[in-house]
């Protein structure tokens, strides 16, 4: 990708366009502060948090709806709507109690009701919920602050199923609203949590829009992460959907908009200058570049054109394409974030050394590629997609691939790539994303499930690899957890399940006006304050 010439034509365009599309009427210096605006890396297309595992949908539904307990910045397990648990001396019983005083959106108290129903809606999509489901024997609510979960073997790992910040999160909502069928959007958007979304002023592909909620009691301690006191300092909070990065980076000089979430990398020199903004590292864990398959069809239904790509595929490609530094960025020869405990190279040999596409082209004819259409999709409006969309399809046409690429934009990838309709009829062959580090720490996350149906998109059906997770969860030592994510990591990668692409860095960019931005792997807004 020629990134250089792609900045070179859309700067001269970005300045101007962000005076017109950000244009507000006047108003007072303390107004404004009360405002934030924050370039997220995606529009708010499709927001419905469990039906969608996209990011943007996750890091909307934080600010809308509360979770039951959140995860903090040491990664540990901490209590957010629950007040207290118990669990009986044989592990079966899990009993919950809520705090006092919590309330929904429109004015009515959370009940044990409608954890229970949100439970209920969470799990069908979630991998861990539906591994307790398969052991349960009852969730009920007992009155209408406690409820009881009663199971018929023990899940040690059940407060980090209900706290994870891996999506979909287990987010409480009304139990009218919690009982839409979980493979259908919501369409009422009443939530537990610190921000109200204000539904008559979104607009699709520009604009969402959240209001302080004065009812929301937040907890005591300080905020981590999704744990602790979400205290909201602003009272309104403003998504400005910017697709054009140069754009996005005049927007922030200029005063504009207060925060950009991802600015490309290429710009963030030129923001640096800028005696008005900050620029950090986003989060320590960095992220994760991934292609994925779809197993359900050819070519990919094979593995041997699967591990043909993965034996072509040259991760800096992938890494240069977006990120640039090399000092951003590192090989990923497996499935775990490199420097966490897990992390383990074991069977990575297929994406290391010289590149040999004489080899992958035979493996391709061997898994009887004809010469179809191959379907890669990749969103135009995310610039780390695009870039790798665009890497992907030179390496398909070196392979003597029939590429069909689609350039799409995010929230249409994200609808489309939960078809499972064949390729030609409106299904997909491949398609790219980034995930957080904290994403690949355990076999917790969706993306190293190979059961199916109840898979991530691509739905891979891997019983050596479903194996594996399965030892984990009864792993007893930390020890015992390395060994079998070394094996589950070789299996994986036997079986490519997906690409990853390269572990890599990225940057916030703020207003230097703006205080109490935490690093981490989405924006935090409690504690945030815009000063004059």
């Known amino acids: 990708m020629n990134r250089r010439a792609f900045l070179k034509s859309a700067a001269g365009a970005g300045a101007l366009a962000a005076a017109g599309a950000l244009a507000t009427p006047a108003v007072s210096q303390r107004a404004a502060t009360r405002v934030l605006r924050l370039v997220p890396h995606a529009d708010v297309a499709n927001f419905d948090p469990i039906w969608s595992s996209a990011y943007i949908a996750r890091n909307a539904g934080l600010l809308v709806w509360d979770t039951l307990y959140g995860v903090d910045a040491k990664l540990e397990v901490q209590r957010q709507m629950v007040e207290a648990e118990e669990v009986s001396a044989d592990g079966l019983v899990w009993t919950f109690r809520l705090r006092e005083a919590l309330r929904f959106h429109d004015g009515e108290p959370v009940r044990a009701t409608d954890a229970v129903a949100s439970i209920n809606r969470w799990a069908a999509r979630d991998p861990m919920g539906q591994m307790i489901k398969a052991i349960e024997n009852e969730l009920t609510a007992l009155d209408d602050r406690t409820f009881r979960w009663s199971l018929k073997k023990p899940y040690p790992k059940m407060l980090l199923a209900l706290g994870k910040i891996v999506t979909p999160c287990c987010f409480v909502m009304p139990a009218r609203i919690a009982a839409t069928d979980p493979f259908k959007q919501i369409n009422e958007y009443v939530g537990s949590g610190p921000m109200r979304f204000i539904k008559s002023e979104w607009t699709p592909g520009a604009k969402a829009v959240f209001e302080k909620f004065d009812g929301y009691v937040p907890r ?63 989060d320590r864990l960095g992220n994760i570049g991934t292609l994925f398959f779809n197993h359900l069809f050819p070519p990919f239904n094979d593995v041997r054109a699967r591990r043909a790509i993965l034996m072509a595929m040259n991760q800096a490609d992938y890494m240069r394409a977006y990120v640039g530094d090399d000092n951003m960025w590192k090989p990923l020869p ?5 420097g966490t405990p897990l992390y383990t190279e074991e069977g990575g040999e297929i994406l290391k050394g010289p590149r040999d596409i004489d080899a992958a082209k035979r ?109 984990w969860y009864d792993a007893k030592t930390i020890d015992d957890e390395k060994r079998i994510a070394q094996r589950l990591n070789k299996a994986a990668l036997d079986h490519a399940i997906f690409a990853p692409l390269g572990a ?29």
């Open 334 to 338: 497996g499935f775990f974030t490199p």
């Open 363 to 471: 493996l391709l004819a061997e898994s009887g590629y004809a010469g179809e259409p191959i379907i890669s999709m990749a969103a135009q409006d995310l610039a780390h997609h695009k870039a790798w969309g665009e890497v992907t399809a030179d390496l398909l046409r070196r392979l003597g691939i029939n590429v069909e690429h689609a350039g799409l934009d995010w929230g249409t990838v994200v609808a489309r790539r939960a078809q499972k309709s064949p390729p030609s009829q409106g299904g997909w062959h491949i398609f790219h994303t980034t995930f957080y580090g904290v994403d690949f720490l355990d076999p917790t996350n969706k993306l190293l499930r190979a059961n199916g149906d109840k898979a991530f998109f691509g739905w891979p059906n891997i019983p050596e690899v479903e194996a594996e997770v399965a030892a």
């Open 220 to 282: 005591p301690e300080p905020a981590s992460w999704l744990a602790g006191g979400k205290e909201i300092v602003a009272d309104r909070v403003e998504w400005i959907t910017i697709a054009d990065p140069a754009t996005a980076a005049a927007a922030l000089q200029n005063g504009e908009v207060d925060w950009l979430e991802q600015p490309l990398p290429d710009l963030v020199p030129a923001l640096r200058k800028n005696r008005n903004v900050t620029v950090d590292v986003q």
């Open 504 to 532: 890599y860095l990225r940057y916030y960019a703020w207003r230097k006006n703006v205080t109490g931005i935490a690093p981490g792997p989405l924006p935090f807004f409690w504690g945030v304050a815009k000063m004059v």
